[in-house]
């Protein structure tokens, strides 16, 4: 009942209409409809003091197998509102902010390379004293899950990578546009925001204009930290991460969708090859946050795979 509430309220909302709410208060009034869509997944917004700051989690905290969910580059724990949704009480998901993203510190000092992240969330999993768990990576995330699952395999009970980075062998259209010294994923007005949001979706879902504006003007307030942390990134890719992909043991799902502009989905048989225990969808017509695109098919490939 709860959730249907929920539901209809942000359905009014919407209805209302997003465009009534003046630029002073739009980020503010997206942060509301964001929680009202953690409400409808039965997530709260947590804090975790770690490292001398406030760790933001989502967790529904219901007692149950422990799925981790980590986001990509640019992204945060919103990303997983629409699939944590499809798991309802099945799982206990948690969903943080990695280091340097959504609300957390942005230290441009700070070291953002994968083996960092990877140790962040183990910290992170001590804190909240869980020992194993299913970990869900996309993007960026998808990279940290599979040096995760290399580094500490007692804790790792299966993964899914839904279009991950850590194997580059075939370049993408964002290879060749870094080349000539443009970075889709890092926007610096709010047209090359829109211009994102079509570079890595294929299938779009609704955004609402004022809330589309308010994601625009906070992802372009992030341009100067994002672009240290891409270049840390972007060193890690250089230098080879995959060497240590085989020491993963947890069974792995992968997905990636064939529209993929990010990271070339021809990188999944690889990426399949060095992870033994591994198996392989690609989703026709999807691009590269199929978590946010097709929602329901991609928690339908998980529940099939994690029943196996």
Not at 66 to 86: D, P, T
Request: charged share 25%; proline share 4%.
């Amino acid at each position: 009942m709860k959730k249907l509430l929920v539901s209809v309220a942000v359905l009014a909302v919407i209805v209302l209409g997003f465009n009534i709410v003046s630029n002073e208060y739009r980020v503010e009034f997206r942060d509301w409809a964001m929680s009202m869509e953690a409400d409808k997944a039965g997530l709260k917004h947590r804090l975790v003091a770690m490292r001398g700051q406030q760790i933001a989690v989502f967790d529904n905290e219901v007692d149950a197998p422990v799925m981790l969910m980590l986001h990509g580059f640019s992204g945060s724990k919103v990303n997983w509102l629409r699939l944590a949704q499809q798991f309802g009480d099945e799982y206990r998901v948690i969903a943080p902010d990695l280091l340097g993203h959504g609300e957390n510190i942005r230290d441009i000092a700070g070291s953002y390379h994968i083996a960092d992240q990877v140790a962040f969330v183990n910290e992170l999993m001590a804190k909240l004293s869980v020992e194993r768990f299913h970990l869900v990576g996309n993007s960026m995330g998808g990279a940290i899950s599979s040096l995760y699952a290399a580094r500490h395999p007692e804790q790792v009970l299966s993964m899914t990578l839904i279009s991950p980075a850590g194997v580059h062998d075939f370049p993408s259209e964002m290879d060749a546009l870094l080349k000539e010294g443009k970075n889709p994923l890092i926007p610096e007005s709010e047209e090359q925001f829109y211009t994102l949001l079509d570079f890595v979706m294929s299938e779009q879902p609704f955004i609402p204009a004022a809330i589309a504006k308010a994601e625009a003007e906070v992802s372009v307030s992030r341009a100067e930290i994002n672009k240290k942390i891409f270049a840390d990134i972007r060193s890690d890719m250089e230098l080879g991460l995959e060497k240590e992909y085989k020491n993963i043991s947890a069974p792995t799902l992968i997905i990636w969708g064939d529209q993929d502009k990010a990271i070339n989905v021809k990188n999944i048989d690889r990426y399949a090859a060095l992870v033994s225990n591994s198996q392989k969808v690609v989703l026709e017509g999807i691009g590269h946050v199929a978590m946010i695109e097709v929602p329901e098919y991609t928690a339908e490939l998980m529940r099939k795979f994690l029943k196996n």
